[in-house]
């Protein structure tokens, strides 16, 4: 049990470690506010929208693209109905009949991947962007991004993303995730070691496709694979944190267990296939820093819970023995506070502070994205994620290693 503690102290280094690694780059170079100005120049915009039975949220998205602050002839909207079985087509023709701007593309069922090549097949856009079915951006998120794009050095863009309009808990709950996810974004924007471009409205500059080739399956994890192969080649992702985007989550525990699966099973699978950029100086902070800590968070949250568990099962045995033992009833202990007591264990400080400084880091990310967050926000995070993330982790883990088959939904 010795080793297994030592495990558990490493882990919690670890994480303290690299949360004070982006909170001092975060003080080193700290996000800028939204500037009013106008874009130098505005390049030509293809949004490609991937459908797949996408009925309830379609009509929301495509009304938030034409709602952008853009000049409209340098804008196109590509709705992608990657064989949908229920009326997302039929809407989707509607706006198309009644918008120039928009083109209806109708294919057989292959995959969003594949619907994204489609959609870029059909375009010259100077800029490529994508957008899931069920995001909705702000009117002046391209204008923002296409900021960014004045850098030439810059290939392709990610944005903030929000939660829409979270009721539940569960919704909540991420809510607070993606906070934190905004400020994790920026910090590896800072770093150049941006680890994913996300469906919702990520954006690339045509060339990238030209010279790196179209999405690809990647185990349903297209948008990950693609940062990816981007460093693997040299080309820079930057982050747009004043372009916001609003997605909707899953609102039932199994579609969030199933999502994060997926995205968990991704990074895994993913970095099987480029395992030779760990640890490799030629990638930057990515190679030598990003990847590294991902992997060994996956696993470390494994362990931690699975530590957890084993102790909190060791001591409900001990209980019940000594009950039958002895003849007297487990009891509770009786709470009590003594101001003159303190605990000083190293564990305990671990995990206090380790907790401290992710909630520095997402008081930092709602600050960077203007977001406001309440002690029911707080409180569902924390309550929560803790319990749900091992089980993601460990379904993720295990379809990995036996090979099952997963579909887009």
């Known amino acids: 049990m010795y080793i297994g503690t030592l495990i558990l102290y490493a882990c919690l280094f670890l994480t303290l470690y690299f949360e004070v690694f982006l909170l001092l780059s975060f003080l080193e170079r700290r996000p800028g506010v939204k500037n009013a100005r106008a874009p130098r120049h505005y390049p030509s915009v293809a949004m490609i929208v991937p459908c797949y039975n996408e009925e309830r949220t379609v009509a929301g998205t495509i009304e938030s693209l034409l709602a952008l602050e853009y000049p409209a002839e340098k804008l196109s909207i590509l709705v992608v109905n990657d064989g949908s079985s229920d009326t997302t087509g039929a809407i989707a023709r509607g706006y198309a009949a009644r918008d120039p701007r928009i083109v209806y593309i109708e294919k057989e069922n292959g995959g969003k991947y594949t619907a994204l090549n489609v959609g870029i097949a059909h375009t010259q856009a100077d800029i490529v962007g994508c957008l899931d079915a069920d995001s909705f951006v702000a009117p002046d998120a391209l204008l923002e991004a296409v900021k960014v794009f004045e850098d030439p050095t810059v290939m392709a863009i990610t944005p903030a993303m929000k939660v829409s309009k979270p009721h539940s808990m569960l919704e909540v709950m991420q809510a607070v995730e993606y906070t934190f996810g905004i400020f994790l974004k920026k910090m590896f924007d800072n770093l150049a070691a941006i680890n994913v471009l996300p469906g919702p409205f990520s954006l690339y500059r045509r060339e990238v496709f030209e010279r790196i080739g179209p999405f690809r399956h990647a185990y349903n994890t297209e948008d990950m694979e693609i940062a990816f192969r981007m460093h693997r080649h040299g080309l820079k992702i930057a982050n747009a944190h004043t372009a916001i985007v609003y997605t909707t989550v899953p609102c039932t525990i199994p579609s969030l267990l199933r ?57 409900v045995a001990t209980r019940v023995t000594d009950a039958l033992a002895t003849g007297i009833p487990p009891h509770l202990p009786a709470a009590h506070l003594d101001w003159y007591y303190l605990n000083t264990g190293m564990l305990t400080f671990l995990i206090i502070t380790v907790l401290s400084m992710t909630l520095v880091a997402i008081l930092l990310g709602s600050r960077i994205a203007a977001t406001r967050l309440t002690l029911k926000s707080f409180f569902a995070y924390f309550a929560f994620f803790g319990l749900l993330a091992p089980l993601w982790l460990a379904r993720a883990l295990f379809g990995a290693v036996l090979a099952t088959q997963r579909v887009w939904r």
């Open 259 to 315: 999502q994060r699966t997926r995205w968990s099973r991704g990074f895994l699978e993913n970095s099987r296939d480029y395992y030779y950029m760990y640890f490799n100086p030629r990638y930057g902070h990515f190679g030598v820093l990003v990847l590294p800590v991902a992997l060994v968070a996956f696993f470390a949250g494994l362990y931690s819970a699975g530590f957890m568990l084993y102790k909190a099962v060791g001591y």
